[in-house]
T-cell receptor, first 114, second 114 residues
Framework: SAVISQKPSRDICQRGTSLTIQCQVD?????MFWYRQQPGQSLTLIAT?????????ESGFVIDKFPISRPNLTFSTLTVSNMSPEDSSIYLC???????????FGSGTRLTVV | KQEVTQIPAALSVPEGENLVLNCSFT??????LQWFRQDPGKGLTSLLL?????REQTSGRLNASLDKSSGRSTLYIAASQPGDSATYLC?????????????FGQGTILTVHP
């Protein structure tokens, strides 16, 4: 199954700034996704990262706040913009390959906004 | 909208016990179902993938079953070990127009005491 390298693993940011999270997959994958996990909560899907076109956002998430890029079949970025303490969460990327191995997740980015 | 419930929310057992974790979902029109474990502050590790045509899947001490018609899945852990301590998440894979999206429950927090 695909292996995902996600970075940074953690960061502490000032409110009002932006942070870009990167995910690199070791093989070409058909689908990539970004999730948020707020403290003590389960995972919530932010958006589907579409290769060569705009991401598809879930209800409650907007492009201005969470711009996503996916320039090719192995790489994607998520930016958390104009951060506030409420954005403090773990952000995870996920990918699905072309086979039947299911979904793989990156190791997550623990973001703290102060 | 898919909703996933996992029971129990938390479980604390002595080493060596056999365990059953339950997952129920409201929309039975799923594609596959996947079980993950998450260690504190970390990403998700895939444990088992049950494809829509399968009723169960086994890996080592883990066995997962799926009954799509009743909207239920069960993860059985045999001879539990302290290293099994983690949060266990089930995630049905959406089909149809929502293909590729995973919905997560709150998880079962498992603690295995030496």
């Amino acid at each position: 199954s695909a292996v995902i390298s996600q970075k940074p693993s953690r960061d502490i940011c000032q409110r009002g700034t932006s942070l870009t999270i990167q995910c690199q997959v070791d093989s070409q994958v058909t689908m990539m996704f970004w999730y948020r996990q707020q403290p003590g909560q389960s995972l919530t899907l932010i958006a589907t990262a579409n290769q060569g076109s705009e991401a598809t956002y879930e209800s409650g998430f907007v492009i201005d706040k969470f711009p996503i890029s996916r320039p090719n079949l192995t790489f994607s970025t998520l930016t958390v913009s104009n951060m506030s303490p409420e954005d403090s969460s773990i952000y995870l990327c996920s990918a699905r390959g072309t086979g039947v191995e299911g979904y793989t997740f990156g190791s997550g980015t623990r973001l703290t906004v102060v | 909208k898919q909703e996933v419930t996992q029971i129990p929310a938390a479980l604390s057992v002595p080493e060596g016990e056999n365990l059953v974790l339950n997952c129920s979902f409201t929309d039975s029109a799923i594609y596959n179902l996947q079980w993950f474990r998450q260690d504190p502050g970390k990403g998700l590790t895939s444990l088992l993938l049950i494809q829509s045509s399968q009723r169960e899947q086994t890996s080592g001490r883990l066995n997962a079953s799926l009954d799509k018609s009743s909207g239920r899945s069960t993860l059985y852990i045999a001879a539990s070990q302290p290293g099994d301590s983690a949060t266990y998440l089930c995630a049905p894979h959406a089909g149809g127009t929502s293909y590729g999206k995973l919905t997560f429950g709150q998880g079962t927090i498992l603690t295995v005491h030496p």
